[in-house]
């Protein structure tokens, strides 16, 4: 570790040059709304934000400590203290909720730009302190960080798409797909694009690889091991599934149903509305759904594993030390516990020494029997109870099979949520813990 007044001289020259850049594309912003848009409030609000990024790069090269531009150490302190899974995972799906809600306003240019803004600025200001830095911009990190920038403005451009769609929808007007449906032949427009793009690519990977430095590590070691050892970031959703299923079903069952479902949803799937263009009002169960599972369960979870799991496999703040040294109470429980031993105050049911194979089932089935009636109300009674009441329109519509297909397929991905929020708020380990034969839920 490095005293922070070495560490910020050490960057200095690179928040000075990360400051610049961000003034030279809001300078270049600001010209181009005077030049084209004939917006002259916006062009000067963003070319004095050009100017202030031009201080923040003076004061970042100046190389002095007390200049460097950082967020305020009460606010890092706070940050960490109130950083945690609950809290995470409670803060990034009303994040989504409110962008979904409120999508109307956020798909504004000047809004997005100004969020855009915001992001990269509160990212300079956390990379002066050495904590953040160390991670954000490890060589393994450096590409997350860049594809987490690039998910969000992908999805902002889809977003902002079907809002114009499904107002042109309402008006009783065809999409804007429907507008630009020329068709044009594979050669030469499409081998052209390709090329071009990969002579771009070829050569952003070639910059990339000169001046950012391949992160390999010693030989492996059977007696020295990385920590916290991480999986490939593209695997570190089923990583962070582990800490809360078995093996068996994070890390074989719910891939499989993964792609299972992505196999069956063109035979599950009954609204034609939407095919071929973007529209979020016309396939509205879908795109959540989907946003769900996919920005939640998923990306927020590679997130989550990336930056904020630590030695040990321990939730660490933003720009809190990751030291091997820290120690969390892990008092985890299972089900069987908590109803017959916490709540009936009695032992769990254990059968006789030298019982037979079917006392032993049966001893098994009665001790588990709290976990395995939720897991038969879960699966097989709320389904049908959700088509008589919220589903009852899918349910008349998809027919029984492909209803209970659709309906088992949801839940089991609800399942990853809820199994989180209990082990957070009531330390539950298991709802069923089979281990004679190795089968926990």
Same mark, same amino acid.
């Given at each position: 570790?490095?005293?922070?007044g070495l560490f910020l +001289?050490?960057?200095?020259g690179f928040?000075?040059?990360y400051y610049t850049?961000?003034?030279?594309m809001?300078g270049?912003?600001?010209?181009l709304?005077w030049?084209?848009?004939?917006e $002259?409030?916006?062009a000067?609000?963003?070319?004095?934000?050009?100017?202030?990024?031009?201080i923040l790069?003076s004061?970042a090269l100046?190389?002095?400590?007390?200049l460097? $531009?950082?967020?305020p150490?009460? /606010?890092?302190?706070?940050v960490?203290?109130?950083s945690?899974p609950?809290?995470?995972?409670?803060?990034t799906?009303?994040l989504l =909720?409110v962008?979904?809600v409120f999508?109307?306003?956020?798909?504004?240019?000047m809004?997005a730009w100004?969020?855009?803004?915001?992001?990269? &600025? &509160?990212?300079?200001?956390s990379?002066?302190?050495?904590n953040?830095a160390?991670?954000v911009?490890?060589?393994?990190?450096?590409?997350?960080?860049?594809?987490v920038?690039?998910?969000?403005f992908?999805?902002?451009v889809?977003?902002?798409?079907?809002?114009? !769609?499904?107002?042109?929808?309402?008006?009783?007007?065809?999409?804007?797909e429907?507008?630009?449906d020329?068709?044009?032949l594979v050669?030469?427009? /499409?081998?052209?694009t390709?090329?071009?793009c990969?002579?771009?690519v070829?050569?952003f990977?070639?910059?990339?690889?000169?001046? %950012?430095?391949a992160p390999?590590e010693e030989?492996?070691s059977s007696v020295? =091991?990385?920590?916290?050892?991480k999986?490939?970031?593209y695997?570190?959703?089923l990583?962070?599934m582990l800490?809360?299923?078995d093996?068996?079903y994070a890390?074989v069952v719910? $891939?499989s149903l993964? #792609?299972?479902g992505?196999?069956a949803?063109?035979y599950?799937?009954?609204?034609k +509305?939407?095919?071929g263009y973007?529209s979020?009002a016309?396939?509205?169960?879908?795109y959540l759904t989907f946003q769900f599972?996919?920005?939640?369960l998923? #990306?927020? &979870?590679?997130?989550?594993?990336?930056f904020?799991?630590g030695p040990?496999?321990?939730f660490?703040g933003?720009?809190?030390y990751w030291s091997?040294?820290k120690?969390?109470?892990?008092? !985890?429980?299972?089900?069987p516990?908590?109803f017959?031993?916490n &709540? %009936?105050d009695?032992?769990?049911?254990?059968? $006789?020494?030298?019982a037979?194979t079917?006392?032993?089932v049966g001893?098994?089935l009665l001790?588990?029997?709290?976990?395995l009636? /939720?897991l038969?109300a879960y699966l097989l009674i %709320?389904?049908?109870l959700l088509a008589?009441?919220?589903?009852?329109? *899918?349910f008349?519509?998809?027919? *029984?099979?492909?209803y209970?297909i659709m309906a088992?397929l949801?839940?089991l991905?609800l399942?990853?949520?809820?199994?989180m929020? /209990?082990?957070?708020t009531m330390n539950? +380990?298991y709802l069923?813990?089979i281990?004679e034969?190795? %089968?926990?839920f």
């Amino acid at each position: 570790m490095h005293s922070n007044g070495l560490f910020l +001289k050490d960057v200095a020259g690179f928040l000075g040059s990360y400051y610049t850049a961000l003034a030279v594309m809001n300078g270049v912003a600001g010209y181009l709304l005077w030049k084209r848009s004939k917006e $002259p409030t916006q062009a000067l609000v963003w070319t004095v934000f050009a100017g202030v990024m031009m201080i923040l790069a003076s004061l970042a090269l100046s190389g002095s400590p007390g200049l460097v $531009p950082a967020l305020p150490a009460w /606010l890092r302190g706070l940050v960490n203290q109130l950083s945690g899974p609950v809290l995470y995972t409670l803060g990034t799906t009303a994040l989504l =909720t409110v962008l979904f809600v409120f999508r109307r306003f956020f798909v504004k240019p000047m809004v997005a730009w100004t969020i855009l803004n915001a992001m990269l &600025l &509160l990212m300079g200001l956390s990379m002066a302190d050495e904590n953040f830095a160390s991670i954000v911009m490890k060589p393994d990190n450096v590409p997350i960080v860049g594809l987490v920038f690039l998910l969000a403005f992908f999805t902002w451009v889809a977003t902002k798409q079907a809002v114009v !769609n499904d107002d042109r929808i309402a008006q009783g007007l065809p999409p804007m797909e429907k507008l630009d449906d020329e068709k044009v032949l594979v050669w030469p427009d /499409l081998v052209y694009t390709e090329l071009i793009c990969m002579i771009a690519v070829s050569a952003f990977l070639l910059a990339w690889a000169i001046f %950012l430095p391949a992160p390999l590590e010693e030989p492996a070691s059977s007696v020295k =091991t990385p920590n916290p050892s991480k999986a490939p970031w593209y695997f570190l959703g089923l990583q962070e599934m582990l800490v809360y299923f078995d093996p068996w079903y994070a890390g074989v069952v719910l $891939p499989s149903l993964v #792609i299972f479902g992505l196999m069956a949803m063109p035979y599950l799937d009954f609204n034609k +509305k939407g095919n071929g263009y973007y529209s979020i009002a016309e396939r509205k169960f879908s795109y959540l759904t989907f946003q769900f599972g996919f920005l939640e369960l998923w #990306i927020t &979870l590679i997130i989550l594993g990336t930056f904020l799991r630590g030695p040990n496999w321990n939730f660490f703040g933003p720009f809190e030390y990751w030291s091997p040294y820290k120690v969390e109470v892990l008092n !985890n429980v299972d089900l069987p516990q908590m109803f017959w031993v916490n &709540l %009936l105050d009695r032992p769990l049911p254990r059968a $006789p020494q030298g019982a037979s194979t079917l006392t032993q089932v049966g001893t098994i089935l009665l001790r588990e029997a709290p976990g395995l009636v /939720l897991l038969g109300a879960y699966l097989l009674i %709320l389904p049908p109870l959700l088509a008589v009441t919220v589903f009852r329109g *899918f349910f008349a519509r998809m027919g *029984f099979i492909r209803y209970m297909i659709m309906a088992n397929l949801m839940l089991l991905m609800l399942s990853l949520p809820l199994k989180m929020v /209990l082990r957070w708020t009531m330390n539950l +380990k298991y709802l069923v813990s089979i281990p004679e034969f190795s %089968l926990n839920f």
